[in-house]
């Protein structure tokens, strides 16, 4: 079975400010990947970006960026810059490759950005 | 490009009653999976479906069942409803080859 821990308590991070929300995961699958998520208090979950465990490079996407280390079992969500729109719950999940894809979630962390 | 709609949005029940969720996946996606989001906690795979086929199923009993349709919108039935089964209820698609699935706003469901 797959496990995400994500154990951060709620973070204020000012604004402009980078913040990095820590993510670790149990596998025993080489093939895997990791995502992350973000949901405002309206409910919808909106993908942010993506790791294959094959993937050699850290993936990007704008202000976010995810450090991956494979060794350490973990995955990392860098957020640069924050803007007051940030302000959210941002959960770590991983993908089953031998169970039709189903994504297993962490518990998420809460981020609250000040002006 | 048409993004994954869910209806209703809201909806409030009593114990032992009945519940229909829709989902419509996104433009070209033939994969919907369902999950339950309680409060607090991340959400939780219930089951997902695939050119209209039950592809696997998570740790729910059998009273969630599910729909999909030649057009790929899905539908999560939940019979004798229990105050538990208040929760979020979130729809994602996918195309069966990618790695990504993409979420609906949701169905916050209470059962009083």
């Known amino acids: 079975a797959q496990k995400i821990t994500q154990t951060q308590p709620g973070m204020f991070v000012q604004e402009k400010e980078a913040v990095t929300l820590d993510c670790t995961y149990d596998t025993s699958d080489q093939s895997y990947g990791l995502f992350w998520y973000k949901q405002p208090s309206s409910g919808e979950m909106i993908f942010l970006i993506y790791q294959g465990s094959y993937d050699e490079q850290n993936a990007t996407e704008g202000r976010y960026s995810l450090n991956f280390q494979k060794a350490r079992k973990s995955a990392n969500l860098v957020i640069s810059a924050s803007q007051l729109g940030d302000s959210a719950m941002y959960f770590c999940a991983m993908r089953d490759p031998y169970g039709n894809n189903r994504l297993a979630f962490g518990k998420g962390n809460q981020v609250v950005v000040i002006p | 490009e048409t993004g994954v709609t869910q209806s209703p949005t809201h909806l409030i029940k009593t114990r032992g009653q009945q519940v229909t969720l829709r989902c419509s996946s996104q433009?070209?996606?033939?994969?919907v999976s369902w999950y339950q989001q309680a409060l607090g906690q991340g959400p939780q795979f219930i089951f997902q479906y695939y050119r209209e086929e039950e592809n696997g199923r998570g740790n729910f009993p059998p009273r969630f069942s599910g729909l999909q349709f030649p057009n790929y919108s899905s539908e999560l039935n939940v019979n004798a409803l229990e105050l538990d089964d208040s929760a979020l209820y979130l729809c994602a698609s996918t195309d069966g080859g990618q790695e990504t699935q993409y979420f609906g706003p949701g169905t916050r469901l209470l059962v009083l």
């Open positions: 433009s070209g996606h033939n994969t």
